[in-house]
């Protein structure tokens, strides 16, 4: 389940997947899963979807680092195809237009 699904003009839609830690926490182990089940979104619904981000947001992470400079990649094959990215990226990203 995602948090929102975005639509550009063009009718082009993104999955966004939304990630809060406040405090050190379980939010941090759950990423690789929440990557893999969007993962299965976009490769069950091949074309629907132009891709797909995980957004890190708070001050409580301490794998934040690890996971938006792609750390997953080296132990989850299709990992890539999920952007993990943290919440100030996020919004100037979206602010741009460039999602």
């Known amino acids: 389940m995602v948090d929102v699904v ?3 003009e063009r009718g082009q ?3 966004i997947s939304l990630k809060w830690q406040q405090v050190s926490g379980t939010a941090e182990q759950k990423v690789p899963y929440e990557v893999i089940c969007l993962m299965k979104a976009l ?3 091949r ?5 797909a981000y995980l ?3 708070g001050g409580g992470w301490t794998l ?3 996971y ?3 750390g997953l990649t080296n132990y989850m094959k299709d990992a890539s195809l999920v952007k993990i990215i943290s919440l100030e990226s996020f919004i100037a990203l979206a602010n741009q237009g460039k999602l």
């Open 43 to 45: 490769k069950n619904n």
């Open 13 to 15: 839609s993104i999955l």
């Open 64 to 66: 934040r680092d690890f």
């Open 6 to 8: 975005a639509s550009s």
């Open 47 to 51: 074309g629907r979807y132009g891709g």
């Open 55 to 57: 957004v890190l947001g």
């Open 68 to 70: 938006v400079a792609g």
